[in-house]
């Protein structure tokens, strides 16, 4: 048995030599069966063997491509070798470094980027070791871990993080090179390739052009020697090259580049069509692109006609940006009409097929443009007397290209490509309306305009304008302030919020507890943003490892939650469950029910756990690092303003930038919420804020009344009624419509003669991420969307304040022109002055107690509606800590902040 197993490993090692890795797997199946009865009756005699042929025949199914399947078999192997460390120390330590890079293949093709990480930087520990044992003889291995550690970092989109390792690769390659001529030149030109689009995609276009063209030498060099085999690497480089010239604005050079990597992509897609359209259309996207800053306006059109040809579905987001350049060269050579048909068809294609697209960063910078775009192109239709159309693109959607060079357009400089530089328009006549609307309307005086911007991951951009020193002929009186952040700080808030309310929702569904709405937390759903692309919540973000932590924590994550992990763990490991803790007990093995229970009970305890920390950490870092900086910086200004109007930016939107607890001055002993230490109201986008300076109070004395609709019929929102209530023993005059009165038609009439001031909505709300416009509140057998409200279906002229006592009633996230769709952006809109409500889910009881506290202080006293959110902000921060964090800093206010009851 001995030797017949032996023979089959060493004709297995003749097929694997030949890359035949289905014919090597037969015998080493055979041969792993015979080992193991082997080893049965002698252990540890053939442990060696047992560990060599499960690592062959993992090797095997990595080259088939049954990743799952190689990760057991390498984890096994993994498994052997550390045993036989043990026992003879040394002996076994190079088979233990390749068999724990092998499975970090495995798993980095499986995108368990995170654990693949860890393995990987084991197996690169083990070949330092050896290194230093016996040097020169482990630098392909090293040079191989460098370069896997590189390519998941650049995977996790850290291009910062996968520079080093592909550099030590690079030095490596070239050790091995020089040592062993023509060998490693494939490694050391997809290795610069690799370290050329880490570079770029930090923005460090000349760095990387220098990789690009090394790899593009390499490849031309290596395709001459070898016909066809290296065809894809050279079309990918020239690709890369061409697209970094570009964005250094070099078309003469990028020209030539180019043309090849269309010449080599139209040659690649004849050979195996449709395996790399993609980045065919991008090569003649680039063309066109190329073309279009040399002037060479008809070949230009030619080209990204083509582009878009290629992807008619938007698929590659190539679609898209063709059209984007298409409306550019038209603008420049005079054809208004075909410009404003392609802008249109433009529109539609982001607003059908957003998510094929590449960042969020890069499709708001290029949104923004679009959208000033089409309005100039309208005024031209108009035959309107305006001025050239590079003037259209006023500050607040170029954020401030030519008051400060160094503050990028979006993510990258110019844009994703090319467009001739603007000539700003001083927005004087805007920040005039905003003045003089803000300065009549309001009780302060002193309003101060905040706008918000981010650069890339880790730098945010604050733009502040002192409104009341705004003055007609004058340069605008802005302060550009640009503040750095830990990496990919906006990100984690955005998720650490989200996914703390996911966690909500799960739990308060019975999660710990039950099985029946375990697929709510674990399954597919989640409400996704274009910029995080966070995806369903898996255990993967749990998996900070118990021990050491790693620098790619979550930074909510403390020790704390690593040991309750590690409890968890434990007790799934005893059920063999291990690291299927976080499924639904649907997929669990069967187990006994006292088992089942504690492990469930430990998994809710953690969960609950990871909600509280994610939550408490995002608010606390929205204050410190979001808010925080530039209050710091109003000392520069002569007076501290009286009022504060915020526009956000992107994801910015679904923070709590009025309640996160801030020090507004020197010497502050207590932090606070900012609304309670200035009045503060957010505005959806600038351009909802201009057109509601445009409005006016109503003079009806009458326009008093309130009006409480809810809850519906069978909304199950049993508080809801205890809260109506509540609000009608406050104002005993007030309008209640309740179950089947509360309607569209029931509605309309209580608010056709507009002396309805006040309208409190007790009803469910729901924020459709896939479609922002169709975010509705639950009326009685109806709903009221917010494309509803736009289409005119419910007047709400003369209504001061809209109260949203619904879940997700303010949610929204940043998209054309920081505009933020969603029933805010649809209710004031449709007339309404001011929007409170709540961005994530709300328990009843406390959305209660709150609509209490803030009506006692609004309804009874003569204070204005930001006055008495900011005393009930700073109410709850003093009486309910717990409440204020939880659930309070969720609670916003948009819109016109200075309405005060009975005065309209």
């Keep these: 048995m001995d030797e017949e197993a032996k023979r089959l490993v060493q004709q297995a090692k003749i097929h694997i030599n030949k890359a035949e890795w289905d014919l090597a797997k037969h015998p080493l199946m055979k041969a792993r069966h015979l080992f193991r009865a082997l080893e049965a009756k002698s252990p540890g005699e053939y442990t060696y063997w047992l560990a060599l042929v499960v690592d062959l025949l993992g090797l095997c199914h990595q080259h088939l491509s049954n990743y799952k399947q190689a990760e057991k078999l390498f984890k096994k ?99 091995l090179e020089t040592a062993n001529s023509g060998r490693f030149n494939d490694m050391v030109a997809i290795t610069s390739l690799n370290l050329g689009l880490s570079l770029i995609r930090q923005y460090k276009n000349e760095q990387s052009e220098k990789f690009f063209r090394l790899a593009n030498r390499l490849f031309e060099l290596l395709e001459n020697l070898s016909p066809g085999k290296h065809t894809t690497g050279l079309a990918r480089s020239t690709l890369n090259l061409g697209q970094c010239l570009i964005k250094q604005n070099k078309f003469i050079k990028a020209e030539n580049p180019c043309r090849q990597a269309l010449q080599f992509h139209e040659k690649i897609e004849s050979i195996n069509p449709g395996c790399f359209t993609n980045n065919f259309a991008v090569a003649a996207f680039n063309l066109g692109s190329c073309l279009s800053g040399l002037q060479k306006w008809s070949e230009s059109l030619q ?94 959607c170029h954020k401030g290209r030519t008051l400060s060079e160094q503050i990028r357009f979006g993510h990258s400089g110019s844009g994703e490509y090319p467009l001739p530089c603007p000539v700003v328009a001083e927005p004087v006549q805007l920040a005039l309306s905003l003045k003089r609307s803000l300065m009549s309307n309001y009780l302060g005086g002193r309003p101060l305009l905040v706008s918000y911007s981010f650069t890339g991951r880790d730098r ?92 790619d924590d979550p930074p909510w994550w403390d020790e704390t939650l690593e040991e309750a992990k590690y409890q968890l763990w434990k007790t799934a490991d005893e059920l063999n469950i291990t690291d299927d803790w976080d499924q639904g007990s649907f997929s669990w093995p069967a187990v006994r029910a006292t088992k089942d229970l504690s492990l469930r009970a430990k998994r809710g305890r953690f969960l609950a756990m990871a909600r509280k920390k994610m939550h408490h950490w995002a608010v606390q870092t929205t204050a410190d690092r979001i808010l925080q900086p530039w209050i710091d910086e109003l000392n520069e200004l002569e007076e501290l303003p009286t009022e504060i109007l915020i526009e956000p930016h992107g994801m910015l939107h679904v923070l709590p930038l009025q309640s996160a607890p801030v020090h507004w001055y020197d010497g502050q002993p207590q932090p606070g919420p900012l609304a309670s230490q200035v009045p503060t109201r957010i505005t959806p986008a600038l351009s909802l804020a201009v057109h509601l300076s445009g409005k006016q109070p109503q003079d009806t004395p009458s326009a008093k009344r309130l009006l409480i609709a809810g809850p519906p019929l069978d909304s199950g929102l049993d508080h809801g009624e205890d809260e109506c209530t509540m609000l009608s023993a406050l104002v005993p005059e007030a309008i209640l419509l309740q179950g089947r009165q509360m309607r569209l038609p029931g509605l309309r009439r209580q608010l056709q003669d507009q002396t309805i001031s006040v309208l409190h909505l007790v009803t469910h709300g729901v924020y459709d991420g896939s479609d922002p416009a169709a975010s509705y509140i639950q009326l009685d057998g109806q709903t009221l969307s917010a494309r509803q409200l736009l289409d005119g279906e419910l007047d709400l002229t003369g209504v001061d304040l809209v109260y949203l006592s619904s879940c997700e009633g303010t949610y929204g996230e940043g998209d054309l022109n920081d505009e933020v769709m969603g029933l805010v952006y649809g209710l004031l809109a449709a007339g309404a002055r001011c929007v409170i409500g709540y961005l994530w889910p709300i328990d009843d009881n406390r959305s209660r107690a709150i609509a209490e506290q803030f009506y006692r202080r609004w309804l009874t006293r003569p204070q204005s509606a930001g006055q008495a959110y900011g005393q009930t902000l700073q109410w709850l921060q003093q009486t309910h800590p717990a409440w204020f964090q939880d659930d309070a800093a969720g609670w916003i206010m948009h819109g016109d902040a200075s309405v005060e009851y009975g005065k309209s």
């Design 460 to 551: 945010l951009v604050v733009y502040l304008v002192p409104l009341w020193q705004v003055q007609e002929d004058r340069e605008l009186p802005l302060s550009v302030k640009s503040f750095s952040l830990p990496d990919d700080t906006i990100r984690q808030l955005y998720l650490a919020l989200s996914r703390s309310q996911w966690l909500e929702e799960y739990m308060s569904r019975g999660g710990s507890t039950s099985s029946q709405d375990e697929p709510f937390m674990w399954g597919t759903r989640s409400r996704q943003d274009a910029f995080t692309q966070a995806g369903p919540l898996t255990h993967q973000d749990f998996d900070a490892p118990v021990g050491d932590k790693q620098s």
């Design 303 to 396: 080209r990204l006609e083509q582009a878009e040809q290629l992807d008619p579905q938007n698929a590659f987001g190539v679609k898209w940006n063709s059209l984007r350049v298409q409306s550019h060269v038209y603008l420049v050579i005079g054809r208004y009409e075909l410009a404003h048909e392609t802008i249109l068809r433009a529109l539609q294609e982001f607003n059908t097929h957003r998510a094929g697209l590449p960042t969020a960063g890069e499709r708001l910078a290029l949104q923004n443009t679009y959208a000033i775009l089409f309005e100039q192109v309208q005024k031209v239709l108009l035959h309107e007397q305006v001025a050239d159309f590079r003037q259209a693109f006023h500050w607040h």
């Design 77 to 175: 192997a993994l498994s052997l070798y550390i045993r036989l460390e043990l026992i003879e120390p040394g002996r076994h330590t190079s088979l233990l470094a390749s068999s724990a890079n092998n499975l970090g293949s495995s798993l980095e093709n499986q995108d368990k980027l995170k654990h693949a990480q860890e393995v990987i930087n084991y197996s690169h520990q083990l070949y330092l070791v050896l290194e230093s044992r016996d040097p020169g003889r482990y630098t392909l291995e090293l040079a191989q871990t460098a370069f896997n550690f590189g390519k998941i970092f650049l995977d996790q989109r850290k291009e910062s993080l996968a520079e080093e390792p592909f550099k030590k690769a690079l030095k490596l390659y070239k050790q």
